[in-house]
């Protein structure tokens, strides 16, 4: 079955920067987009990103430009994405998810169980 | 635009209907997809493509689209569907994926 297990919770002190991995099982890793997306503590879901293990093109939402740079490994099936220049406002449960793609449509079909990143001095 | 927008708060009595809008100038051109999110758990997708149901996703669930507005309607709505719902489709220029604010559904 499909399976995105993401890396635990992190504290990190604000300027540092953090790593998330989303380690996929169950598909073709290189056949899907991956997308990452956070949640705040009683707010609302956003996306951050999405990248291609494929191609490696990827995008990033603008109000994360320079701060979040994605990776991934094909050789492992994992997705990463780097958060640097992190504030308090960064604290949050980040999700990766797989994305589907159907014309012009898209949507993620797949959920990690998400990481609690706290941003904290 | 960039923004999808939901009402915050909806209820509905057991077994009753609901209906939850999505309004923005994307869903002009994108459909619109919904998650639904229990308290301490990953989103779920409940409906993609407009008005498509996962496997495993009840048909009391189901979708719509008109103009610049998208619905998710609960028939005959269960305790257990009391979740936060939340839809998502592209921005206007297709290169970013934006969410609504989320409404959370109370079932009385």
């Known amino acids: 079955q499909v399976q995105l297990v993401q890396s635990g919770a992190e504290v990190k002190k604000p300027g540092a920067s953090v790593k998330v991995s989303c380690k996929a099982s169950?598909?073709?890793?290189?056949?899907?987009?991956i997308h990452w997306v956070r949640q705040a503590s009683g707010q609302g879901l956003e996306w951050l990103a999405w990248m291609s293990p494929n191609t490696a093109n990827r995008g990033v939402a603008q109000k994360f430009q320079g701060r979040v740079t994605l990776t991934r490994d094909t050789y492992t099936d994992t997705a990463y994405m780097d958060v640097s220049s992190l504030i308090s406002e960064d604290t949050a449960v980040y999700y990766c998810?797989?994305?589907?793609?159907?014309?012009?449509?898209?949507?993620?079909?797949?959920w990690g169980q998400g990481t609690l990143v706290t941003v904290s001095s | 635009s960039s923004e999808v927008t939901q009402d915050p708060v909806v209820s509905v009595a057991l077994g009753q209907t609901v209906r939850i809008t999505c309004q923005g100038d994307?869903?002009?051109?994108?459909?619109a997809n919904w998650y639904q999110q229990k308290p301490g758990q990953a989103p779920v997708l409940v409906i993609y493509?407009?008005?498509s149901r996962p496997s495993g996703i009840p048909n009391r669930f189901s979708g719509s689209s008109s103009g610049n507005t998208a619905s998710l309607t609960i028939t005959g709505a269960r305790a257990e569907d009391e979740a936060d719902y939340y839809c998502q489709s592209r921005d206007t220029s297709g290169n970013h994926w934006v969410f609504g604010g989320g409404t959370k559904v109370t079932v009385l």
């Open positions: 493509d407009k008005d």
């Open positions: 169950g598909y073709t890793f290189s056949s899907y987009d």
């Open positions: 994307s869903l002009r051109i994108y459909y």
């Open positions: 998810a797989r994305g589907r793609l159907y014309g012009g449509n898209s949507y993620f079909d797949y």
